[in-house]
C-alpha cells in the first residue's frame, strides 16, 4: 500500500511524516479518516485535483491519515502537495509501486506548485537523506533543492527532472537509490500524468459498464429475434379473396356456407355483392392468407360433389377462385 507522506518539522526537529492513503475503507486501527485537510489554501487544493481528476470527486475511495508519532499535530501548507495527490489517487491509478512518496509544497491558484520555508526543508531533506529512512523517492519544488545539490551529491542520492523521471525505469520497478524529484512551479499537471494512469479507474469502470449494459441490450436484442423467428405467425399478410360458385345448387352453398363459418380458413367468410347477371352466380369474400390452391382444396371437401357430377375450380390473378358445378347432372 503507497503512502504519500509529507514530513514535519517542530521546533526544528524532524518528528516524522503523517502518510495519506486513498482506500474505500479504513487500512486499519492506527488510521484517521481525513474528511477536510486543516489548511488556509484547502479551496485551492480541492480544485485543483478536480481540474486535474475530475473522477475523484465520484470515486467511493475517502483519504486516511497515519502518523509516524502520534501525539504530534502535523500541520502546515507542506502537505499542501500530498494531500492533493491523495485526493487524485481516490481517482486515477498509480503507476509506481513505491513503499511510500515522500512529498512537499504548497499550492497556489492556477495550479501551480509554490516552495516553502527554506530551514524547515533543510531539516525534511536531512531526513529523507538518512539512512534509517527506507522510503526513495522525494518530490519537491525545484525552487528548494537548488541550494543543497551537495548534500544530495554526498549521500549517492540524484536529483532528477520531470522529463529525466518519465524516461526512466523508476516508474516501474522498485529504485534501489534514492531520488529527488524537482518540479518547477508550472508542471504540475505533467506531475500528475507522470505519477498516475491517464486512463482513470473511473473511466475503465465506466466503460465497463457501458459494455455491460451493450451486452444486455444484444441479449435483449438477440431473445426478440429468437421469438420473432419461432413464432407461429404467417409468412404472408392475409389479404382479401373471392370465391364465385358458378350453376351451384343453392341448397349445397347454403349447406357449405353453415358448416365452414366452424373451421379456421372460412370462419371470416361472407357473402359479396356481384355485378354478375347470372343468377347462378353467388360470390364470398374472405381475409385469409391461404392460397387459392388451398382454399379449393377445403372446398371440395366442403362441398362433397360426387360422380357423375362434375366439379372444376379456375384460379383469377390469386385473388378470385371460380368453382363451376355441371348442372346437367343430378346432384
Not at 487524485?88 to 498509480?94: A, M, N, P, V
Not at 379473396?241 to 356456407?257: A, H, N, S, V
Not at 390469386?318 to 343430378?330: C, D, K, P, W
Request: charged share 20%.
Amino acid at each position: 500500500m503507497t503512502h504519500f507522506a509529507y514530513p514535519n518539522v517542530k521546533r526544528n526537529v524532524f518528528i516524522g511524516c503523517g502518510r495519506f492513503t486513498s482506500q474505500e475503507s479504513s487500512p486499519g486501527d492506527e488510521y484517521t479518516l481525513v474528511d477536510k485537510l486543516n489548511a488556509g489554501n484547502i479551496a485551492e487544493i480541492v480544485d485543483t485535483a478536480a481540474k486535474l481528476s475530475p473522477e475523484s470527486s465520484f470515486s467511493n475511495y475517502k483519504i486516511y491519515l497515519k502518523k509516524d508519532t502520534p501525539v504530534e499535530p502535523y500541520v502546515g501548507d507542506s502537505q499542501n502537495l500530498a494531500y492533493l495527490l491523495s485526493l487524485i489517487h481516490c481517482g486515477r491509478e498509480l503507476r509506481l509501486s513505491h513503499r511510500d512518496i515522500w512529498c512537499t509544497g504548497s499550492i497556489e491558484q492556477s495550479m501551480r506548485l509554490k516552495q516553502v520555508d527554506m530551514s524547515g526543508f533543510e531539516i525534511k531533506l536531512k531526513a529523507f537523506l538518512s539512512p534509517k529512512n527506507r522510503d526513495k523517492l522525494f518530490i519537491v519544488p525545484a525552487a528548494n533543492i537548488q541550494a543543497f545539490k551537495h548534500n544530495c551529491h554526498e549521500e549517492q542520492c540524484k536529483i532528477i527532472a520531470l522529463n529525466e523521471f518519465q524516461q526512466m525505469k523508476i516508474l516501474k520497478e522498485k529504485p534501489s537509490h534514492k531520488y529527488i524529484l524537482a518540479i518547477h512551479a508550472t508542471e504540475l499537471e505533467r506531475l500528475v500524468n507522470s505519477l498516475f494512469q491517464r486512463q482513470s479507474a473511473f473511466q475503465t469502470n465506466s466503460k465497463k459498464t457501458a459494455c455491460v449494459l451493450l451486452g444486455i441490450v444484444w441479449v435483449f436484442i438477440l431473445m426478440w429475434c429468437f421469438q420473432y423467428l419461432t413464432t407461429s405467425e404467417p409468412l404472408v399478410s392475409p389479404e382479401t379473396k373471392r370465391i364465385c360458385f358458378y350453376d351451384f345448387p343453392t341448397d349445397c352453398i347454403e349447406q357449405f356456407y353453415h358448416s365452414s363459418k366452424t373451421t379456421p380458413l372460412f370462419e371470416n367468410l361472407f357473402l359479396a355483392q356481384t355485378n354478375e347477371t347470372n343468377k347462378q352466380c353467388r360470390c364470398y369474400s374472405l381475409s385469409t392468407s391461404a392460397s387459392l390452391a388451398t382454399i379449393n382444396q377445403s372446398l371440395s371437401h366442403y362441398l362433397q360433389v360426387n360422380a357423375p357430377n362434375k366439379y372444376e375450380a379456375i384460379p383469377i390473378d390469386n385473388t378470385q377462385l371460380n368453382v363451376y358445378f355441371n348442372s346437367g347432372f343430378i346432384h
